[in-house]
Nanobody, 120 residues
């Protein structure tokens, strides 16, 4: 059984910062790509940022220069540092990861989501 547990969401004023964490646990053989997505009310889930096991990162244009994704492979954890937050960043943020529980079987797992609200 593999679980992704997110933490770090909350309420922040415009221009503020938050750091999200997502830790994978369970019977894990290897973790490949990890990423963050978000879903605002009435909108589809969208990609925020992804990172490979080697540390190559990609982020959406809407967050470039403000959000930074990173990971600690020893801790099976991915982070999202969010700076200069805007009201339009308000959403439920989900982490996901491509995880192999055995060498030949890779599945994508999702966290339960953490609410980020940017408001004055």
């Amino acid at each position: 059984q593999v679980q992704l547990v997110e933490s770090g969401g909350g309420l922040v004023q415009p221009g503020g910062s938050l750091r999200l964490s997502c830790a994978a646990s369970g019977s894990i053989f290897s973790i490949y790509n990890m990423g963050w997505y978000r879903q605002a009310p009435g909108k589809q889930r969208e990609l925020v940022a992804t990172i490979t096991s080697g540390g190559s990162a990609h982020s959406a244009d809407s967050v470039k220069g403000r959000f930074t994704i990173s990971r600690d492979n020893a801790k099976n954890t991915v982070y999202l540092q969010m700076n200069s937050l805007k009201p339009e960043d308000t959403a439920v943020y989900y982490c996901n990861a491509a995880i192999a529980v055995v060498l030949t079987k890779i599945q994508v797992y999702w966290g339960q989501g953490t609410q980020v609200t940017v408001s004055s």
